[in-house]
């Protein structure tokens, strides 16, 4: 567990939010997933009942 900063696809503004469940995942292997893109983004995080792009700290 641990916090992230995350992008919903409803909401253009980040969220810190804690983290739940993790997959690591290329970049583009996300975007494929979850329709997200950002350059530095490393996990795909799942949890909240959403789907959330964004890195785990």
């Given at each position: 567990m641990g916090w992230g900063?995350?992008?919903?696809?409803?909401?253009?503004?980040?969220?810190?939010?804690?983290c739940d469940v993790q997959i690591i995942a290329p970049n583009d292997h996300c975007s494929r997933l979850y329709g997200y893109n950002f350059p530095d983004t490393k996990l795909c995080i799942t949890g909240f009942n959403e789907e959330y792009s964004g890195v785990c700290i």
């Open positions: 900063l995350y992008f919903r696809g409803d909401n253009s503004y980040p969220e810190i939010l804690q």
